[in-house]
């Protein structure tokens, strides 16, 4: 009996304090090889000091090692052309992945919905060269995209139903071995 009960409690505060855990997100942002990386808690706190990974897909190699500032950020400058996977991790084992493809998969898209030739002479006239243009674009709707990433968090984090729910099982899992050991009891 004083086995089950030990295994109960440990097993009890094992679970619920995972009910407490709170997911990690990363956002990519890619301006030609250069990539940022901003990665929050999903209760919008930065992952500080989250060792960062960034891995070749074709090879599977690790081609990027570093760690996020205070803020959750991370900088860097991607070796060459290609698909990456982005990995965070932090502390008590919270992870986020995100994917980022640099060069010719992801420049031949926004290529393809490049300025018409008169608006080209436009710019051009303006002394304002192309590149200019999407930093500044870029630069505008940063502030969109961390709106949309805290919008993200709030979806995706941990809810009350979700505690009571889990709760619940654990209830109804620990009262079926109860159940259990006490009808086995009676048997003997």
């Known amino acids: 009996m004083k086995r089950l009960m030990l295994f109960l409690v440990i097993s009890f505060v094992a679970i619920f304090s995972n009910a407490f855990a709170h997911k990690i997100t990363a956002f990519t942002d ?17 992952a500080k000091h989250a060792q960062v990974i960034i891995y070749d897909e074709k090879t599977g190699k690790k081609v990027i090692t570093g760690y996020t500032d205070n803020e959750g950020n991370y900088e860097c400058r991607l070796p060459h052309t290609g698909k990456f996977k982005v990995v965070v991790n ?6 986020a ?12 898209a926004v ?5 018409s030739k008169n608006d080209s002479q436009k710019i051009a006239r303006a002394g304002v060269s192309v590149d200019e243009m999407r930093k500044v674009v870029r630069e505008e709707l940063r502030p969109i995209d961390r709106k949309l990433l ?3 968090e709030q979806v995706s984090g941990i809810h009350l139903k979700d505690i ?3 709760l619940g099982w654990i209830v109804g899992i620990f009262g079926a071995a109860a159940f259990g050991y006490s009808f086995r009891r009676k048997e003997v």
């Open 90 to 95: 932090a502390e008590l084992g919270h992870r």
């Open 30 to 46: 890619l301006e030609g090889n250069k990539l940022t990386i901003y990665s929050y808690f999903s209760d919008g706190t930065p």
């Open 150 to 152: 805290k919008i993200e």
């Open 111 to 115: 290529e393809g919905i490049s300025a």
């Open 97 to 108: 992945v995100a994917e980022v493809s640099y060069g010719s998969v992801k420049r031949a």
């Open 164 to 166: 009571f729910g889990g």
